[in-house]
Nanobody, 125 residues
């Protein structure tokens, strides 16, 4: 599966953004999808993930209550709604797909075999 992330931008503290991860391929429902982010000088970290059906979701503690992940399998797209953004959310955001643990929402970077290019999110204070 090929993934394309979009929706990043420059916003102010407290603003919202919605990221999209569009997939190509016929078996999108065979994948769990996750969002990760990488800030300058830091390691890539888990943000959120969703199972193939959308029935299972998982969030990093740092975004819980502010971010919401969802998917539309008919559109082969996963969304990350980000509310109440903070400067520490500034990073390049990547989406990734896991075909092995499709029934749950994995969080380990190594679980994901397919990665999209990143989209930059910058939150100014």
């Amino acid at each position: 599966v090929q993934l394309q992330a979009s929706g990043g931008g420059l916003v102010q503290t407290g603003d919202s953004l919605r990221l999209s991860c569009a997939a190509s391929g016929r078996t999108f429902t065979s994948y769990a999808v996750g969002w990760f982010r990488q800030a300058p000088g830091k390691e890539r970290e888990f943000v959120s993930a969703i199972s193939w059906s959308g029935g299972v979701t998982h969030y990093a503690d740092s975004v819980k209550g502010r971010f919401t992940i969802s998917r539309d399998n008919a559109k082969k797209t996963v969304y990350l709604q980000m509310n109440n953004l903070k400067p520490e959310d500034t990073a390049v955001y990547y989406c990734a797909a896991d075909s092995t643990r499709w029934y749950r929402a994995p969080s380990d970077l190594g679980d994901f075999g397919s990665w999209g290019q990143g989209t930059q999110v910058t939150v100014s204070s």
